[in-house]
């Protein structure tokens, strides 16, 4: 059996019922949102990445937002990182925060590693969703998180399993 952490901790919380989910309930603060960066950083990432600003707010058509800058931020990170302000339960937060961490990996921690591999920039908008997102998914597998490309709601409110939404 694999050893507790506060991420399987948080993904093995018993979830809200379905009336508290549609209500969009959880409603994270700064210091959850840092938290879960920070736990999400030192486990899945090895605490590589510096925490780019943050920001809670309303997003249509979207729950999450890793955003690529042409500058490096005075956090020493090229991104930064909206996200929604309201969630269905602490697990699709922690599942979507992480999600963002890997586009902030790719473009902070891979893009240099594939200048030196491979002797040319990585392209800024190339492999969003291609092999060096996806090279994550053992370790989410592992920390009990789901790493895809997006999550349908009506098939979670039918299964309530990130592996079938």
Known sequence: ??????????MATPLP??????????????AEVDYAY????????????????????TIHKAWGMCHWM????????HCKIDLMDK??????????LAHEMVHQYQWDVYRWQHLETHGRPMFEGSNAHGPSFFMFRERFDYYDLTLKTWFGQ?????????TKC
Not at 1 to 10: D, F, G, V
């Open 1 to 10: 059996m694999a050893r507790p952490n506060p991420i399987r901790a948080i």
């Open 38 to 57: 920070d736990i999400i950083n030192k486990y899945v990432f090895d605490g590589v990445l510096k925490k780019p600003v943050i920001k809670l707010k």
């Open 87 to 96: 969630w269905f339960c602490p697990q699709w937060f922690m599942n979507t």
């Open 70 to 77: 042409f500058t490096e931020q005075q956090r020493g990170t």
């Open 17 to 30: 019922g379905i009336t508290y989910q549609r209500r969009k309930q959880f409603r994270p603060t700064d």
């Open 154 to 162: 009506k098939r979670w409110f039918r299964h309530q399993v990130f």
